[in-house]
C-alpha cells in the first residue's frame, strides 16, 4: 500500500473515531434519543470497506455502522452531517430521522439501511444480489454483520443460496468477540467464523480486521473477485468493540489492556505511517481536522429542524394515505 | 330481496371493477369459464408478458409447477432464471424478494403453505412492511407473496390455518383474499402492478372453483370491496371461502322471506370500510363471517368498526361467524367442530334478522 492511500485510511479513521466519540458526549448530555451503539475500536474495518464499495454497489450496514455510512455519505454525496442529522432524529437526516441509528440508509450512495433484528437483510442482500446478476450489472452487494449473526438461520439460508445462485455477495463478518455478552466461542460452533463459513463452498477468509492495510487489500481482492462475475466471498474480520455491555465493563484487564493499547487500529496505522517518514505533527493534525469536521456536523444536527409531523404517517403505502390521529 | 345471481359453486364475477375500464370500448371482454388455478395461472403468465423486471420464486414452482399447479408451464415458456426454485429457505425466498423489489425488481414468491410463514415473518413485518417506511420513502417494496392457505380438508394443524389475523397488525402491508376465479385474476394482476407489498391468499378450497373469468388485463382495484349479492334485510361480511358459503346461505334466507346482502371483502388490508359501514347502515343488521380463529382476528375488528360507527343505525349486535380458538385438527368430523360452515352463517343471517341474538 502506498503511502496516500495509508494516509487516506488514517483520516477515515479518525473521522469515524472523532464521529464515535463525539456522538457518546452528546448521548451522555442526552442529546441523542434512543440506544447507542458505537464502533469505536473498529474503524479499520469500516475504513477498508467503505474505500472499495462504490455509489453503485449496495451495502447493508452492521449495529456498529456509523463510521461507515458516515465515509460512505461523505465520500459518494458530501454530506455525512446527513448521518449525525439522522441519529438527532432531525428533519436534515438521511431518513427525514424516521430511521435513526440502525435504519440509515441511503440508496445514492448504495447505502441500503441497517435492520436491528440482527441478520435480517442476510436475506435482503440476496435479492440485491440476484437483481445485479439477472441484469447484468457489475455490482457489489455487501452485507456486513456481527459475529451474532452467525447463531441467525438467515446466516446459513443465505451463505446457502449465494452459492448455488453464485451470486455477486460479499459477507463481511465483523467479529468483535462477543454478541453482546456472549463470548464467540461460547454461542458458535466454531470461535473461527470462517471455519463455519468454509462449508458453503466458496472463497473464505480471516484477516486482522485491525490492520488496516491488511483489510484494505483483502477487501479489496474480494470485491475485484466479485464485481468480475466470480461469485460470493466471505471475509471474516476479527477486531474488538471499546464498547463494554449496558452495566459496563466486563471483559478481563488484560484484554482489554491489549486491544485498547497495543492493537488499536489508529495506532497501528499511526506506527506505520512514522515508520514511513510521517510527522508526527501531520498525524495530529489530521486527528485535528477530522475532530473540527465532526463538531461542525453535531452542530448541524443540533441547529436542524425537527422533522414536519405529518413525515409520521407518510410513506406507510405507495397507493393509500393513513389517517391521521 | 334482489335478483342478483349466485351460485352454489362460486361467486360471480364482480358486476363493475375499475379494471373494466381498460377493456376495448366497443366490445366487452370476453370471458371463459375457468378454474380458479387457471385464472392464477393465466394472471402470472400476461404479468411475466408485461414486466421484464418480474420474476417468480418459491419451492417446486419450475419443473413440478407448484404444489397446487399455479405456476404450471411457466418455466417452458420463460426459463430458471425467471421461474426460480430453491430450497426449503422460506426466510431466503421472501428476503430475495425485498431485496429485489428495493432495486426495482417486480418479483412473485409462492409460500407453499401459509402455515410456513412463520419461517418469513420477519422479513414480512420487519422488511417488507416497512422499508418504504422507515427509510423515508427511498425504496419501495413491489412484492407479492402467494400462499395457499385455509382449511376444510383434514390438512391438519401445519396446512389448514387462516393466517390474515398475523398480518393485520402490520402496518405496511397490503392482503388479498379472493373468492372466485375472476377477482383471483384480477387482484392477483393488481397485486402484481401494485408498488406495495401484497400478501395474495389463496383459500385451498377455492383451486377447483370454477367461474366467468375476463380474457386479458383484467385487474380488480385493491381495497375495493364488492358487492357479490345486494339484499336489504342482513349484510354478510365475508371475504375468500367464506363467500361462496355466504351466497348459499343468503339464498336460503330467500326461503324465509330475508333479504341478503353479501359483501366480499376481496382485500381484506387495507379493508373497504366505506363500502362495509354503508352495506351495515342500509340493513342495520351485520353478520361478519371469518375462518380463522375468533379472538383478534379480522372479525373482531369488523365488529369493533360497525359498532363504532353505525351503532344508532343497527338494529341488533353484529353477529360473528369465526373459527373456534384451536389450532386445526387432523380427523375431519373434528375440524368440522372448528370450523364456520354454511349452516353457521345461515344460523347467523337468522339471528341477525331477529336482532341479534343466536
Redesign the interface.
Known amino acids: 500500500m502506498d503511502t496516500p492511500t495509508l494516509r487516506g485510511l488514517y483520516r477515515d479513521m479518525w473521522l469515524i473515531r472523532a464521529f464515535e466519540q463525539g456522538l457518546e458526549r452528546e448521548f451522555e448530555q442526552g442529546n441523542v434519543p434512543g440506544m447507542l451503539h458505537t464502533g469505536l475500536g473498529q474503524e479499520a474495518v469500516q475504513a477498508a470497506l467503505a474505500a472499495h464499495l462504490e455509489a453503485d454497489d449496495?451495502f447493508f450496514p452492521d449495529h456498529r455502522c456509523h463510521g461507515i455510512n458516515a465515509l460512505a455519505q461523505q465520500r459518494h454525496a458530501g454530506d455525512g452531517e446527513r448521518i449525525m442529522a439522522e441519529l438527532f432524529g432531525k428533519a436534515t437526516g438521511?431518513?427525514?430521522g424516521?430511521?435513526g441509528s440502525l435504519?440509515s440508509?441511503?440508496?445514492a450512495v448504495g447505502n441500503?439501511?441497517d435492520?436491528a433484528?440482527e441478520g435480517?437483510?442476510?436475506?435482503?442482500?440476496?435479492?440485491?444480489?440476484?437483481?445485479?446478476k439477472?441484469r447484468g450489472e457489475p455490482k457489489v452487494?455487501c452485507a456486513i454483520i456481527g459475529d451474532g449473526t452467525v447463531g441467525r438461520?438467515?446466516f446459513h439460508?443465505?451463505l446457502?443460496?449465494a452459492a448455488?445462485w453464485d451470486l455477486p455477495v460479499l459477507y463481511a463478518c465483523v467479529n468483535n468477540g462477543y454478541a453482546i455478552s456472549m463470548p464467540v466461542g461460547e454461542g458458535h460452533a466454531s470461535a473461527n467464523i470462517v471455519d463455519m463459513a468454509r462449508g458453503y463452498g466458496f472463497g473464505c477468509e480471516q484477516l486482522d480486521g485491525n490492520d488496516v492495510v491488511e483489510a484494505h487489500e483483502r477487501v479489496g481482492a474480494a470485491v475485484a473477485h466479485i464485481r468480475a462475475g466470480n461469485g460470493p466471498r466471505f471475509l471474516e474480520l476479527k477486531t474488538w468493540r471499546w464498547q463494554g455491555v449496558f452495566a459496563g465493563e466486563f471483559r478481563p484487564e488484560a484484554e482489554v489492556k491489549y486491544w485498547r493499547e497495543e492493537h488499536d487500529p489508529i495506532l497501528m496505522a499511526a506506527d506505520e505511517l512514522q515508520a514511513r517518514g510521517v510527522s508526527g505533527d501531520e498525524l495530529e493534525g489530521i486527528e485535528a481536522e477530522m475532530r473540527e469536521l465532526i463538531e461542525g456536523w453535531i452542530d448541524f444536527a443540533k441547529a436542524s429542524p425537527a422533522p414536519d409531523p405529518a413525515?409520521a404517517t407518510?410513506?406507510?403505502?405507495?397507493?393509500?394515505e393513513?389517517a391521521r390521529r | 330481496m334482489t335478483a342478483e345471481t349466485t351460485t352454489e359453486t362460486a361467486a360471480p364475477a364482480p358486476t363493475a371493477s375499475p379494471a373494466s375500464a381498460e377493456a376495448p370500448p366497443k366490445k366487452p371482454a370476453k370471458a371463459r369459464k375457468t378454474s380458479f388455478t387457471q385464472a392464477l395461472n393465466g394472471a402470472l403468465d400476461l404479468a411475466m408478458e408485461r414486466y421484464p423486471e418480474m420474476f417468480l420464486i418459491g419451492e417446486d414452482i419450475a419443473e413440478m409447477g407448484g404444489d397446487f399447479g399455479v405456476t404450471r408451464k411457466l418455466l417452458a415458456k420463460y426459463g430458471p432464471e425467471r421461474v426460480r426454485d430453491t430450497p426449503l429457505s422460506e426466510a431466503a425466498i421472501v428476503g430475495t424478494c425485498v431485496g429485489a423489489a428495493m432495486v426495482g425488481m417486480r418479483p412473485v414468491a409462492e409460500i407453499m403453505f401459509a402455515d410456513f410463514l412463520g419461517e418469513c415473518y420477519d422479513q414480512i413485518v420487519n422488511n417488507a412492511a416497512k422499508v418504504h417506511y422507515m427509510f423515508d420513502g427511498q425504496f419501495t417494496a413491489p412484492l407479492v407473496i402467494r400462499t395457499a392457505c385455509g382449511g376444510g380438508f383434514g390438512g391438519g394443524p401445519h396446512h389448514s390455518q387462516s393466517v390474515e389475523g398475523w398480518f393485520l397488525n402490520v402496518p405496511g402491508i397490503v392482503i388479498a383474499a379472493p373468492s372466485n376465479p375472476a377477482d383471483a385474476k384480477g387482484l392477483l394482476l393488481a397485486s402484481i402492478a401494485s408498488d406495495d407489498p401484497v400478501l395474495f391468499l389463496e383459500h385451498k378450497a377455492l383451486y377447483r372453483a370454477r367461474g366467468e373469468v375476463p380474457e386479458g388485463w383484467h385487474t380488480v382495484e385493491l381495497g375495493k370491496a364488492a358487492v357479490a349479492r345486494a339484499g336489504a334485510d342482513v349484510t354478510v361480511v365475508a371475504s375468500m371461502r367464506m363467500v361462496p358459503m355466504a351466497l348459499a346461505a343468503a339464498a336460503a334466507a330467500d326461503d324465509d322471506g330475508i333479504s341478503t346482502e353479501v359483501i366480499d371483502l376481496r382485500t381484506v388490508k387495507p379493508y373497504d370500510a366505506e363500502t362495509v359501514l354503508a352495506s351495515a347502515r342500509k340493513t342495520g343488521r351485520v353478520v361478519v363471517a371469518n375462518e380463522a380463529p375468533r379472538t383478534g382476528g379480522l372479525g373482531a375488528e369488523l365488529s369493533a368498526r360497525i359498532h363504532e360507527e353505525c351503532f344508532a343505525e343497527l338494529a341488533g349486535p353484529v353477529v360473528r361467524v369465526d373459527g373456534l380458538d384451536t389450532p386445526i385438527p387432523f380427523s375431519v368430523p373434528l375440524e368440522q367442530e372448528i370450523l364456520p360452515g354454511e349452516d353457521d352463517i345461515a344460523a347467523a343471517i337468522r339471528a341477525a334478522y331477529r336482532g341479534g341474538a343466536r
Not at chain 1, 120 to 132: E, F, I, K, Q, R
Request: charged share 15%.
Open positions: 449496495a438521511v431518513c427525514s424516521k430511521g435504519h440508509a441511503d440508496p441500503f439501511g435492520n433484528v435480517s437483510y442476510m436475506a435482503t442482500v440476496l435479492g440485491v444480489a440476484l437483481a445485479a439477472m452487494a438461520g438467515e439460508e443465505s446457502n443460496m448455488i413525515k407518510a410513506d406507510v403505502y405507495v397507493g393509500w393513513v
